[in-house]
């Protein structure tokens, strides 16, 4: 116990010192605007929370993984992970919410000891879409978790799954040595029980992440250019593709800084803001429950300890009712939402 309060003091005063970095927006090329000053210019300040769409859950910052751009700083040490107890709250919420989609995410969720039961329990209930957020290489990192396709299709799971690039040398920089290899080979197990497939209705969807510090290309022209090369290179396939701008949160502000890419980056944000992209932003319909059940606008916020505008703020505490309608909360790292065509974990949000 006394463990476990020192490692959330720990993460606490990490996510103070994240913030404190974001808010200093003083540079050698001038200061920027705050992002509440860039709203309230275009009049869209405060931000609000629509009726509730996206129920997105964080069972865990385990991951077999530890990728440069992670915003959650998963890897195999972390030891966060959602209990059961947590998980039958969600299960009661899902029964008497209006969201239509389930998004499960971690570090890598299927790590969490208690993902299949969840992903078990809550396909009785009729979610509409039920996506896991899968990094591919965990379905061949251990025996265990090899029969993780099946699984998915058994349960009509949507899977989302990180792409960083259709070269091995861009992905295995991004999420380590072997990583471009397991993902292909994963690829090719979802692909070969119908997930992707033309006629199949078992959905397979990427993500790609810019693997420097810039922002992403066109979606549509990057989906082409993925389905081309993945196609005449592997004979795979899928279904769309998701293009997200890495945000300056957790391990992608560190190596931000570290790089000297900082202010660089950060003026890139916010020359690109688009207003266009400001009402559809992910936070105004979807709801981030943590690890430990506290509630988030969005999962960076939920990093940056920045816990929703309202009296619900725990996953016991939930009101549907009290969260509609809330004013989002916002700080400078909500530019890489409305950046360009706009990301959020759907992908581009003003094509």
């Known amino acids: 116990m006394i463990k476990s309060l020192h490692k959330r003091e720990s993460e606490l005063a990490n996510s103070k010192r994240q913030l404190e ?3 200093n927006g003083i540079f050698q090329k001038g200061a920027l605007p705050t992002f509440k000053e860039q709203l309230s210019k275009s009049n869209q300040f405060p931000v ?16 077999n993984q530890t990728c440069s751009h992670c915003h959650v700083d998963a890897g195999p040490d972390r030891k966060e992970i959602m209990t059961r107890e947590t998980m039958q709250h969600i299960l009661e919420i899902i029964k008497q ?6 998004d499960l995410t971690g570090g890598a969720p299927e790590m969490n000891p208690n993902f299949r039961w969840f992903v078990q329990e809550a396909s009785k209930i009729g979610i509409k879409d039920f996506i896991v957020r899968s990094n591919l290489t965990i379905i061949t990192a251990n025996k265990k978790y090899h029969d993780l396709p099946e699984f998915f299709k058994k349960h009509h799971i949507h899977v989302v799954s990180s792409m960083p690039h259709w070269t091995k040398g861009k992905t295995d920089k991004q999420r380590g040595n072997g990583a471009f290899d397991a993902s292909i080979t994963a690829l090719k197990m979802l692909n070969a029980i119908g997930y992707g497939m033309p006629d199949s209705n078992l959905r397979l969807d990427l993500v790609y992440n810019p693997t420097g510090a810039f922002l992403p290309g066109n979606q549509s022209s990057l989906e082409k250019d993925f389905k081309k090369a993945l196609k005449e290179d592997f004979n795979l396939q899928f279904n769309k593709l998701f293009a997200i701008t890495n945000l300056p949160v957790s391990r992608f502000l560190d190596y931000l800084m570290a790089s000297d890419n900082y202010e660089d980056y950060m003026y890139a944000l916010v020359e690109a803001y688009n207003p266009a992209a400001v009402a559809n932003v ?6 981030s429950v943590s690890w430990d059940g506290y509630l988030y606008d969005c999962d960076f916020n939920q990093m940056l300890g920045l816990p929703v505008n309202s009296k619900a703020k725990h996953i016991s505490e939930y009101n549907e009712d009290l969260l509609e309608g809330r004013d989002i909360v916002v700080s400078q790292h909500c530019y890489g939402c409305t950046a360009g065509a706009g990301s959020s974990c759907q992908g581009s949000v003003a094509l």
């Open 282 to 287: 992910m936070c105004t319909n979807t709801l």
């Open 97 to 102: 919410t209006s969201a239509h989609t389930l």
């Open 48 to 63: 609000k929370a629509k009726k509730l769409e996206i129920l997105q859950i964080n069972v865990g910052y385990m991951c």
């Open 21 to 23: 970095i974001l808010s």
